[in-house]
């Protein structure tokens, strides 16, 4: 029948090997305490005045080691383990959210009470949903007439939303004002070639529709399908602004983005509209965590060590200082 001990966070295995320490114990009381051979002398008065040297005064020290030295053998045979959690490899997702920066970002028109950037909603709305992934790592990349990894995926929440708050549209009219959702999809699949998460996510928003050719939108969808990566992705705002009001957009290429990789279209129009598409899309992309795992951890290591370390000292300590007669 097997028994076990627990000391706080060590158990021993084997416990009955402790009874060594009180054995050893009764060992050095009957050596103490049993007599000894004599040596004649002419008068022990002889010897009444001489005062004890310092050997003498810690005659004992060698057998109090060796009681120690037993002690601490006993523990490391009686086997104590510490059981560890096992470093779970995260289950979760890689995301990479992609993010449109070119000039129509700037439209005000994701709030009926107030103006409200489009850039601005986008931000805020990414990083509560980055925030919310606590599991996850999370990628950004930012594009316009190109593609830019801004951050590459991490659990690092704070290094994240840095990165998200530092982004913003670029010059309106310059040579980077463009939208190429082709090139920023490439990009996130590109990020997420090497993941090996349980599953890969691309979350791809922008305002307006592809206008640059160098990657075809549906050609990037395809690589994503390849790779086994699901893209998301959201058509943002009223669409484009006029003097007689605002022109929707036609966002077919987003949507047979989402269609060919297993995704999901959304065409939020305000800010609260684009809070409640990325709380679906967390919901959509939830895993189950796996229960906890433990290995048992051997930790003989120190009181075996100690244990030979004090019989050493005991008997260099009986050789070199303490020699005596029987």
Known sequence: MSATLQFGEVTLLDPWFLLLAPLALLAAWWRWWRPRAALPTAAVALFAGLRPTLRQRFVWLPQVVRIASVVCLAVAMARPVQREVVPLREQGVDIVLVVDTSSSMKSEDMD??????????????????????????VALVAFARFAELRCPPTLDQEALTAFLRALDIVPEGSELDATAIGAGLGKAVQVLQKST??????????????????????????????????????????????????????????????????????????????????????????????????????????????????????????????????
């Open 197 to 326: 998460a349980k599953a890969r996510v691309v979350v791809l928003l922008t305002d307006g529709m592809n206008n640059v050719e160098d990657i075809a939108p549906l050609d990037a969808a395809k690589l994503a399908k390849d790779q086994g990566v699901r893209v998301h992705t959201i058509g943002l705002g009223h669409g484009v602004a006029t003097p007689f009001g605002y022109q929707p957009l036609d966002f077919t290429e987003l949507r047979e983005i989402a269609a060919t990789t297993g995704g999901a279209f959304f065409e939020p129009r305000t800010d609260a509209d684009l809070a409640a598409v990325y709380a679906e899309i967390d919901a959509l992309e939830k895993t189950e965590l796996e229960d906890p795992r433990y290995r048992t951890v051997d930790r003989f290591e120190w009181p075996l060590a100690a244990g030979l370390a004090l019989l050493l000292l005991a008997l260099l300590a009986d050789v070199l200082l303490f020699r005596r007669t029987p």
């Open 112 to 137: 009926e009470r107030e103006r409200l950037r489009r850039m601005d909603a986008a931000r805020a709305r990414a990083e509560e949903f980055a925030r919310a992934r606590v599991h996850d790592r």
